[in-house]
């Protein structure tokens, strides 16, 4: 059974006549096909051809013809920005790190509540802490303790020192005074009797050794006076002066040694105290009626996520609760149009949750300097916070908005689009249509522009025709004119009349 495919018979064929048979057909059918692949390789070749032909005489250029018009002119810089309250609540981080990267949150109310007065905002993590007071405490009862036996050794001193003022030196002067006293009469009575002897021994009564010994008793009795005279006065005027000297140096060691104690227990007390306020402080309480607004930074250089587990440095802002009625949109100002940026220009504001209902606002502030750059030849941007001066229910904080600032405006000039001028050679040219329709190069003085129009000082007046698209016959009609040709060949246009 043949395989090939059966080929219908024709009736009628304006040719020679195909024989019948299998070898015919198969010719029959190559020459088909060469005359199919013939006409395809001319279609397309032509189409081609079509199409470069249409380039070349302009065909398909869709050339904008504008109208020279008098009319107001606005400039304006276009940018986005944050929304956020003027005025914020600020709640911040007052836990002491105590060596550590930050303290974490334990919990926090959900961002958007509405809280009142006095509400549990967070919680920190207050283990810590709590571990640190056991032992001020602990510290603080062995200061106070060691303050106590410091003022009872003072008190010893100084009551050592009026015992010994007061009772032993009086006491041991009294016992000398008496040593003295008895001296005292024992000379008396010796040198009496000594005289009674010599008298009697002149007499014959008393024997010379009788009276050799009423001598020896009289000079020893002498001596002893002499002795206790010494003693007395040592006793006074030595060892009176340093047992004073000696208690007195101890009363003021004592009394430094209580000073000490007593700052030691300041110092621990004030310590432990301080750490008390800070375990006060892991609960933080809502100082005012607002509603919650997470304090989060998403910039790609320090990436701040406020949650659960989250570490908090000292001083770091949580949450915010901001004034409802002192709104703002934070945005940034590429240095290119910084300069054109002053405080209280007026903003148009189109709010990204209502951008049909645009809103008014001011320019409040413009930073002096550029914020850092977040990677090497990254943009350089300055911030610029634009007040809303009537801002609209439900608007909060970390919504975004598109801001116009209008830094110029002048009225009745004439404009033309920005994209009609050419520049060349430090000079700007425009093509415009006289009255023939022809198009001439026409040179023009230019203005401010905002981005879409330019003002043009001099070298068009109202109602003229330029080419808006002007870049697109640019070439063709610099080339006609360097050839002596005043015309360029017609192109479909479109006139666009604002």
Known sequence: MSTEPEIPEIDEFDGPAV?????????????????????????????????????????????????????????????????????????????????????????????????????????FDDSVIKQLLTQLEIVVATDEKALIQAEAEFTKAEQTLEEYKDGLFLVEKETIEGELFQAQSQFKSAEDVLKHSEKMFRKGFVTQTQLEADTLARDMAERATK??????????????????????????????????????LELSVQRRDEVAEQLKKCKVYAPSAGQVVYANNLNRSQKIIIEEGSIIREGQVVIRLPDPSAMQ??????????????VKNPVSIELDVSPEAPVRGIVSKVNPFPYPRQWHGGPIEYGCEILILEPPAGLTPGQRAKIKIF????????????????????????????????????????GSNNGSFVIVKEGVTEGEEIAATVDLIWDDVQRRQSNGQETSQPYESEIAER
């Open 19 to 123: 024989p019948h048979g299998g070898k015919f057909r198969r010719l029959f059918r190559l020459l088909l096909t060469f005359l199919g692949c013939a006409v395809l390789g001319y279609g397309i070749y032509t189409l081609s051809e079509s199409y470069s032909s249409a380039d070349a005489e302009g065909e398909g250029v869709a050339l904008t013809i504008h109208r020279v018009v008098r009319e107001d002119f606005e400039s304006f810089v276009s940018e986005s920005g944050d929304i956020e309250s003027a005025s914020n609540v600020e709640i911040r981080c007052e836990v002491k790190s105590e060596g550590r990267a930050g303290t974490a949150i334990l919990s926090i109310v959900e961002e958007g509540t509405r809280v009142k007065k006095d509400d549990l905002l967070l919680q």
């Open 329 to 342: 949109v934070k945005a940034r100002v590429n240095d290119s149009k910084i300069n054109l940026v002053k």
């Open 227 to 264: 002795a206790a005279q010494t003693k007395l006065k040592v006793l006074e005027d030595f060892t009176l002066k340093k047992k004073l000297s000696e208690y007195e140096a101890e009363i003021k060691s004592q009394r430094a040694t209580v000073k000490a104690a007593k700052y030691t």
């Open 407 to 446: 830094v110029e405006e002048q009225k009745d000039v004439l404009t033309i689009p920005i994209q009609s001028v050419i520049e060349q050679s430090g000079s700007h040219y425009c093509l415009v249509r006289n009255s023939t329709g022809e198009w001439m190069t026409r040179k023009v003085e230019i």
